[in-house]
């Protein structure tokens, strides 16, 4: 199906139909049904319920040699062709068909109002309608709907919620139509309805579909121990059904009842280890229950063995979102980023300002203070030891790294400058084209990242240092916007040569020493990119879970001595990598749950 057709250079639907509904009446005097046809269609494109095209679309329906053959359905077809034929095949009473292509419209594009014209509310049509031909157009409507569907989205779906309505008072013992209705009432409307309509179903004929849709629309309603009951009826027809059984365990998360879900999720996957829904919702919930990564490093490796599991993404992608690293990049808490938002907080900053700091921060973190507020002024007044500007070989003896070689600050004095000079124009569009996005999880970043895969390699590293600047500049998520840089900069780097095999790489290499540099966002951007190489890589597990470990190690050992700004968001990183020791990821709760300061 097409959309092609349509008028360049003007923006008003409306006018764009009235255009062409013109052309159609010109086409009309002069004998060419077909093109006047044409260009109603295309009519109906733009404004799918002016009063004038369905008017003008009557009269060439009712012309001799007119009818639905002005609109073949011959491939491909165009959407309006299919509308067209939809309310021409509706004027002859023909309703069944005209429903039919209406929900492929609809389909095909969901955001257009194909069916807000009157038939389509008229009970006398609803009642002529084959009821078991409506509910198989229905079950196909709503497989492509979004479980509620946003309210802006819901206006051209609620034609159809009308036509169900009628169908239903005419037929009120069918329990197809209550059922597949309760289905689409769940995403459109009130609940409370679609509830009514699958236990009328139940109670007219006991069925699995009758009992699921019960159990969905109360879930929808949060009536957590009806949908337990109904899905336990459905159960008793199809005591094997997987997705049931695991849609039972995540009502038991959402209930408040986790240590009751598992249960479920075992019997399912006793049936099938590698269920496409239990395997998934088993990992999310097991990670949600110990915190342990491998679980959901388990269901990357399911899903990159599958990657049209829909749902094994999805479960991914929520859990992701709720934890730092997984799905998103930690807000800085340096000192002098709590400086910059306070100062932005009460209006001040313009014209830079002068702050005094004790010791030396993460140079990104005063490269974001700079940027944020041209002309300021720091003064470093100290340096602790451990000391932050040195890389971690130089200060402690032990570990897996022993030299560091490429750098991207150097120091002169307190003061530190780029050691690398800037990437090129493209590099820098490159990566401002995916700077500031969250990822869905890190297995989809690492994906997204290999767009940088043919970029230099010192265009990346220039990219760290001299990061692209916003599209819309905004002094208060500039310190985010930089580390957003930085961490696709790096995702870019962890594609270097991808035909060199991971230990002794160069993108190893230069992660590695990256990681173990002076502290810097650089360092903590460099450890995301290689816990995403272990996410997606299960032979760099246990190397890279060294290397997390140990990076996390000397920042706690300096902190013993010092403040560290950037240790939160190592133990945030070694609780997010597959293979780290329980120990380790112990050691990284201690620290995060310390209280501020």
């Known amino acids: 199906?097409?959309?092609?057709?349509?008028?360049?250079?003007?923006?008003?639907?409306?006018?764009?139909?009235?255009?062409?509904?013109?052309?159609?009446?010109?086409?009309?005097?002069?004998?060419?049904l077909r093109h006047a046809a044409d260009h109603v269609a295309r009519a109906l494109v733009h404004a799918p319920a002016l009063p004038e095209a369905h008017e003008l679309l009557a009269l060439l329906a009712a012309r001799p040699d007119g009818g639905p053959e002005l609109y073949p359905l011959e491939q491909p077809v165009f959407l309006g062709t299919v509308v067209a034929r939809a309310h021409v095949l509706a004027g002859r009473g023909e309703y069944?068909?005209?429903?039919?292509?209406?929900?492929?419209?609809?389909?095909?594009?969901?955001?257009?109002?194909?069916?807000?014209?009157?038939?389509?509310?008229?009970p006398s049509a609803a009642a002529r309608l084959d009821p078991d031909d409506l509910a198989m157009r229905v079950v196909r409507l709503v497989t492509g709907l979004n479980d509620p569907v946003p309210e802006d989205e819901r206006p051209p779906l609620l034609p159809y919620a009308a036509l169900l309505r009628a169908a239903v008072a005419a037929h009120p013992g069918h329990a197809g139509l209550l059922w597949t209705g309760s289905m689409l009432l769940r995403r459109i409307a009130d609940p409370a309805?679609?509830?009514?309509?699958?236990?009328?179903?139940e109670a007219v004929e006991p069925s699995f579909n009758a009992a699921m849709a019960l159990g969905y629309a109360h879930r929808a309603a949060r009536q957590w121990d009806l949908a337990e009951q109904a899905w336990r009826r459905a159960l008793a027809f199809d005591p094997g059904n997987t997705a049931l059984l695991t849609d039972i365990g995540e009502l038991m998360a959402s209930a408040g009842r986790p240590d009751e879900a598992?249960?479920?999720l075992e019997r399912a996957l006793e049936l099938d280890?590698?269920?496409?829904?239990?395997?998934?919702?088993?990992?999310?919930?097991?990670?949600?229950?110990?915190?342990?990564?491998?679980?959901?490093?388990?269901l990357a490796d399911h899903l990159r063995a599958r990657p049209d599991n829909a749902h094994a993404d999805r479960v991914l992608t929520n859990v992701s979102q709720r934890h730092y690293w997984l799905g998103h990049v930690p807000r800085p808490s340096e000192a002098v980023v709590n400086v910059l938002r306070q100062m932005l907080a009460e209006g001040g900053g313009t014209g830079g300002a002068a702050l005094t700091l004790s010791a030396p921060e993460p140079p990104s973190a005063l490269l974001a203070f700079d940027r944020a507020l041209p002309g300021s002024t720091v003064d470093i007044t100290g340096v602790p030891e451990p000391d932050p500007r040195r890389t971690v070989p130089e200060v402690f003896a032990e570990g897996p790294v022993r030299t560091v070689r490429h750098r991207v600050w150097e120091y002169d004095g307190v003061t530190a400058h780029p050691a690398v000079p800037p990437?090129?124009?493209?590099?820098?569009?490159?990566?401002?084209?995916?700077?500031?996005?969250?990822?869905?999880?890190?297995?989809?970043?690492?994906?997204?990242?290999?767009?940088?895969?043919?970029?230099?390699?010192?265009?990346?590293?220039?990219?760290?240092?001299?990061?692209?600047?916003?599209?819309?500049?905004?002094?208060?998520?500039?310190?985010?916007?930089?580390?957003?840089?930085?961490?696709?900069?790096?995702?870019?780097?962890a594609h270097h040569r991808p035909d060199e095999p991971w230990e002794g790489s160069r993108r190893r290499a230069v992660l590695v020493d990256l990681a173990y540099g002076p502290e810097d966002w650089t360092g903590e951007a460099a450890l995301l990119a290689l816990v995403a190489v272990a996410w997606t890589h299960p032979e760099a597990r246990a190397d890279v879970a060294a290397l997390v470990s140990w990076r996390f190690l000397a920042a706690l050992r300096a902190g013993r001595d010092r403040a560290v700004p950037v240790l939160d968001s190592l133990a945030l990183l070694v609780r997010v990598t597959p293979d780290v020791h329980p120990d380790m990821r112990g050691l990284a709760a201690e620290v995060?749950?310390?209280?501020a300061g």
Request: aromatic fraction near 6%.
């Open 1 to 32: 199906m097409t959309e092609a057709h349509r008028h360049e250079g003007v923006t008003d639907p409306r006018l764009e139909a009235e255009g062409e509904l013109g052309m159609a009446r010109l086409a009309l005097d002069d004998g060419e």
């Open 96 to 122: 069944g068909e005209a429903v039919g292509l209406l929900v492929s419209a609809q389909c095909h594009e969901p955001r257009g109002a194909w069916a807000d014209v009157p038939w389509m509310h008229d």
């Open 193 to 201: 309805e679609a509830v009514e309509f699958a236990a009328r179903a």
């Open 262 to 264: 598992m249960p479920w």
């Open 273 to 298: 280890p590698d269920d496409p829904s239990a395997f998934p919702t088993a990992c999310g919930m097991r990670f949600d229950r110990d915190g342990d990564p491998a679980h959901l490093a388990a």
């Open 423 to 493: 990437p090129s124009p493209e590099a820098l569009r490159a990566v401002q084209a995916m700077a500031g996005h969250r990822w869905r999880h890190l297995p989809g970043a690492y994906d997204d990242a290999v767009r940088l895969a043919e970029t230099d390699l010192d265009d990346l590293l220039g990219v760290l240092v001299h990061p692209p600047a916003q599209p819309e500049p905004d002094p208060a998520t500039l310190p985010e916007w930089i580390r957003s840089a930085q961490a696709w900069a790096c995702l870019g780097i």
């Open 592 to 595: 995060l749950e310390e209280p």
